[in-house]
């Protein structure tokens, strides 16, 4: 079975301090790691993933396999950071794409 | 707007009533997702197609709900003789055949009365 844990519901961090919204995950494969993000009236978004290694918009998650952990990190916060996130995990062999979410942290940037 | 769209955005229903939502995904991704998502928790898989077959369905998929994608384009679901159990953001998904990037759709709001 595969199962993403997010522990925070709520996360309030002030501007320009660090952010870290913690993701742990259980698969029995391969797993592909994935941030989506849903901002305000709007839909959900991918924000990255764990091939790619890239920094998008400041955020950055390292896979770890030995802790099973894909943690979202931020330096500095800004206020339009303020979302909410899920982490979420799909399989990385064909036919097994589909995606299991986290319940989400709403993270709330304080001016 | 080239994304995937859903319609319609919401849907007020009694119980007992029939309902049904379209997605329509982005024109050449192959693959189609149907996801629910309920108040509090994360979007959870409920079934997906490639082209018009469907490969995968959810536990979550009761014979209450039925989903198709006639010419492997737009896709629809189906839920008879709704419960207030089924209240919930039904959220539709699509990607390219060998890309794990999910694109989502607005989501269809259901409320069940």
């Known amino acids: 079975a595969q199962r993403v844990t997010q522990p925070e519901k709520l996360l309030s961090v002030f501007k320009g301090a660090p952010v870290e919204l913690k993701c742990n995950y259980s698969y029995s494969g391969s797993p592909e790691l994935f941030w989506y993000v849903q901002y305000s009236r709007q839909r959900l978004q991918l924000l990255l993933r764990?091939?790619s290694r890239e920094s998008i918009k400041g955020f950055t998650a390292d896979l770890n396999k030995g802790e099973t952990s894909f943690h979202l990190k931020k330096p500095f916060a800004q206020e339009e950071d303020s979302a909410m996130y899920y982490c979420?995990?799909?399989?990385?062999?064909?036919?097994?794409?589909?995606?299991?979410f986290g319940t989400g942290t709403r993270l709330t940037i304080i001016p | 707007d080239t994304g995937v769209s859903q319609d319609p955005r919401h849907k007020i229903t009694k119980r007992g009533q029939n309902v049904t939502f379209r997605c329509d995904p982005i024109?050449?991704?192959?693959?189609l997702y149907w996801y629910r998502q309920t108040l509090g928790q994360g979007p959870e898989f409920l079934t997906y197609?490639?082209?018009?077959?469907?490969?995968?369905k959810s536990r979550l998929l009761s014979d209450r709900f039925s989903a198709e994608r006639p010419k492997g384009s737009f896709s629809t679901l189906e839920i008879q003789r709704t419960e207030q159990g089924d209240s919930a953001m039904y959220l539709c998904?699509?990607?390219?055949?060998?890309?794990?990037?999910?694109?989502f759709g607005p989501g269809t709001r259901l409320t069940v009365l």
């Open positions: 764990h091939i």
């Open positions: 979420a995990l799909s399989g990385a062999n064909f036919g097994n794409e589909k995606l299991t």
């Open positions: 024109s050449e991704h192959n693959r």
């Open positions: 998904a699509s990607s390219l055949r060998g890309s794990n990037e999910q694109f």
């Open positions: 197609f490639q082209n018009e077959a469907q490969l995968e």
